[in-house]
C-alpha cells in the first residue's frame, strides 16, 4: 500500500517481510527500536523475532489486534472460513491475482457507492470514530492492488508461529480489541500467556481500528511502554541487569499505561 515497487518474485510471504524489517533497521544505523506492528505488522513482529531473536538494538516490540497462527482461524466465524478455505477461498485469491485490474475497478464502484465505507464501520470501528477516519481506512482499497493483496492474504494463510511464541526474548505489550471481529481478542489472550516478558492492555468497546478510533487512550499507553522499553533497553547496553517483566495471564479493565 505504500510507494515501495512490488516484489520481483512475488514474494508476499511473512518471512520475506520480516527480512525486509531487519533490512530496514541495519539500513537506519538506529541503536535503540521499538517495533509496533497492527494486524498483519504484529504477525511480522513475531517472524521477526524467530528469524532474529537477539537483534540488539531492538528494544521492544508491540503486537497490535493480531495473532499468532492463520488469522482465519482466529476470526469470527473462523470455523466457516476454514471450512471453506481450500474448496472456495484459495480459488477465489488466485483468481483475483489473475484478473486484478478489474478487482480493481469493483473496489473503486464499491468505493463510490459507499458500501466500502459500510463495510469498514462495521469491521473497523465502533460507532465514534471520524468520517476522515473512516474515509482513510476505506480509500485502501483505491491505492492497493487486488493482486497484491492476495497473494499478502496467501502468504497470512501460511502463518502460525505459535510453537515460537514461547522463544521470544524482546520485550512485549500486545493490545487486543475488545469487540474486534478480525482478530479475536483470544488470540491476544494466547500472545500474552506464551511470550515470556509480556503485558497486556485492552481497548475497551474497540474494533480491529481501535488504534486509529481511540487513539489518545492507545499512545498514552503506547508511550509509557516505549520509553520503559528504551530506559531498560540502555541500562541493558550499560551492563545494569534489568528486572523482567511479569507476564500478564488477564486483560487490564481498560487500556492505561502497564503497571
Known amino acids: 500500500m505504500g510507494l515501495s515497487s512490488r516484489a520481483r518474485n512475488n514474494d508476499y ?5 520480516a527480512a525486509d524489517l531487519h533490512a530496514v533497521i541495519s539500513w537506519t544505523g ?17 517472524t521477526f523475532s524467530r528469524l532474529f531473536p537477539a537483534e540488539p538494538s531492538v528494544a521492544g516490540i508491540a503486537l497490535v489486534h493480531t495473532t499468532y497462527k492463520n488469522p482465519m482461524r482466529t476470526t469470527k466465524f473462523g470455523a466457516f ?8 477461498i484459495l480459488p477465489l485469491l488466485y483468481l483475483t491475482i489473475a ?40 480509500r485502501f482499497v483505491l491505492v492497493q ?8 492474504m496467501l502468504g497470512m494463510m501460511k502463518f502460525d508461529e505459535s510453537a515460537h511464541l ?4 524482546y520485550r512485549t505489550l500486545v493490545v487486543p480489541a475488545e469487540n474486534d471481529p478480525v482478530t479475536l481478542p483470544m488470540a491476544s489472550a494466547v500472545l500474552t500467556e506464551s511470550i515470556p516478558y509480556a503485558n497486556s492492555a485492552l481497548i475497551q468497546r474497540g474494533k480491529h481500528q481501535a488504534q486509529m478510533e481511540m487513539h489518545g487512550s492507545f499512545l ?9 522499553s528504551l530506559a531498560s533497553h540502555s541500562e541493558k547496553n550499560q551492563g545494569v541487569r534489568s528486572p523482567h517483566i511479569a507476564a500478564t495471564k488477564a486483560f487490564k479493565n481498560g487500556l492505561r499505561p502497564e503497571t
Open 30 to 46: 538506529a541503536s535503540d527500536v521499538v517495533l509496533v506492528g497492527h494486524s498483519i505488522g504484529g504477525m511480522i513482529l513475531q
Open 81 to 88: 472460513y476454514t471450512a471453506i478455505e481450500k474448496p472456495v
Open 145 to 152: 492492488s487486488p493482486g497484491v493483496l492476495a497473494r499478502g
Open 166 to 169: 514461547k522463544n521470544i526474548n
Open 13 to 17: 510471504g511473512i518471512e520475506r517481510f
Open 99 to 138: 484478473i486484478s485490474p478489474l478487482v480493481w475497478v469493483m473496489n473503486l464502484l464499491s468505493y463510490l457507492n459507499g458500501s466500502t465505507h459500510r463495510s469498514t464501520d462495521k469491521q473497523s470501528f465502533s460507532g465514534g470514530e471520524t468520517r476522515g477516519q473512516l474515509d482513510f481506512v476505506s
Open 220 to 228: 498514552e499507553t503506547l508511550e509509557a511502554f516505549v520509553r520503559r
